[in-house]
């Protein structure tokens, strides 16, 4: 496509329920992102991958949080016994290249957790 | 640390010039971006500058870079209502971005 898609828009899940987001990256593009922006408007790296293969996982919290990027299927970001500070709005990007000057943003999902 | 600061607010009148400041910390940058991000909506890009040079100027949009001061701004001309949004600098750092704190930008009659 020509546009990062990510589903759903809106998530709304219990405290210690599994949340599972989706980003599928625009067509050709090699390297997808994702990032955490929480109520302030800061913006926290997560992850990224290089194709099927992650990139850089600095960003991951290093319990709960997991994310894969499979041949043929959507990219995907899972937090396992969510958190009330798990509540943001979480976006995917992809580039062509690792470099490239333009990365594309989805229109992101708003995880509430209650 | 890898804190990219910017002012808060900016309120400025329907037609004057905007001018929106962000100071960065990676040296190391080679590129240099100012995104857009309107309510509910994600990031656009609306430019961007190689560390090498010191302005760019896009229509309406003008972006200067220091980089002894490690400072770099947007100046947005003839601002209109439709420029009301937040926005973000960002800096790459080893292949991801690093944000900004944002900056709401009001545009009033």
């Known amino acids: 496509g020509e546009e990062v898609a990510q589903t759903p828009k809106h998530l709304v899940r219990g405290e210690g329920q599994k949340a599972k987001l989706y980003c599928a990256p625009i067509k050709g593009h090699s390297y997808v992102f994702w990032y955490q922006q929480v109520l302030k408007n800061e913006f926290k790296f997560l992850i990224s991958f290089q194709n099927e293969n992650v990139f850089d996982e600095t960003g991951m919290p290093k319990e709960r949080f997991s994310a894969k990027c499979l041949p043929n299927s959507p990219c995907s970001l899972e937090i396992q016994a969510t958190k009330l500070e798990d509540s943001a709005v979480y976006f995917c990007?992809?580039?062509?290249?690792?470099?490239?000057?333009?990365?594309?943003f989805g229109q992101g999902t708003r995880l509430t957790v209650v | 640390g890898e804190d990219v600061e910017q002012s808060l607010f900016l309120s400025v009148r329907e037609g004057d010039s905007s001018v929106i400041n962000c100071t960065y910390t990676d040296s190391s940058s080679t590129y240099l971006y100012w995104y857009k991000q309107e309510p509910g909506a994600g990031l656009q890009l609306l430019t961007y500058i190689f560390s090498n040079m010191d302005m760019k100027q896009d229509q309406r949009l003008t972006v200067l870079l220091n980089k002894k001061d490690k400072h770099l701004s947007l100046r947005i001309a003839d601002t209109q209502t439709g420029d009301s949004a937040i926005y973000f600098c960002a800096e790459d750092t080893a292949s991801k971005l690093t944000f900004g704190t944002g900056t709401r930008l009001q545009v009033t009659l």
């Open positions: 990007a992809s580039s062509q290249w690792q470099g490239d000057t333009e990365a594309f």
